[in-house]
């Protein structure tokens, strides 16, 4: 029986070619002395019904930061909406 293995190999390069990451960078920026307290905002002024979550948004990134802004985002729009914001643990 003949087989195909597949392999898929990603590097920083590919992040930079699919994404325009700077640097291949896969967690958001590193965090510093000078940003840890820093954070960017989720909605854009001129830009209505508008919202960002992501690794990008807090020094750190990856993925808890990112499901964390994803929450936010929701609470902004159950606000917003006057809908009351409900999530089971």
């Known amino acids: 029986m003949d087989y195909i293995e597949?392999?898929?190999?990603?590097?920083?390069l590919t992040a930079v070619?699919?994404?325009g990451?700077?640097?291949g960078a896969?967690?958001?920026f590193m965090p510093a002395k000078e940003n840890m307290m820093k954070s960017l905002d989720m909605q854009l002024p001129k830009l209505k019904n508008f919202y960002?979550?992501?690794?990008?948004?807090?020094?750190g990134g990856g993925l808890p930061p990112s499901a964390q802004t994803?929450?936010?985002v929701v609470q902004l729009i159950c606000k917003k909406e006057r809908v009351k914001f409900v999530y089971d643990k």
């Open 52 to 59: 960002m979550a992501g690794q990008w948004l807090f020094p």
């Open 6 to 12: 597949v392999v898929d190999v990603a590097t920083p």
């Open 26 to 28: 896969y967690e958001g």
């Open 21 to 23: 990451v700077k640097e």
């Open 17 to 19: 070619r699919y994404t």
């Open 70 to 72: 994803g929450k936010w």
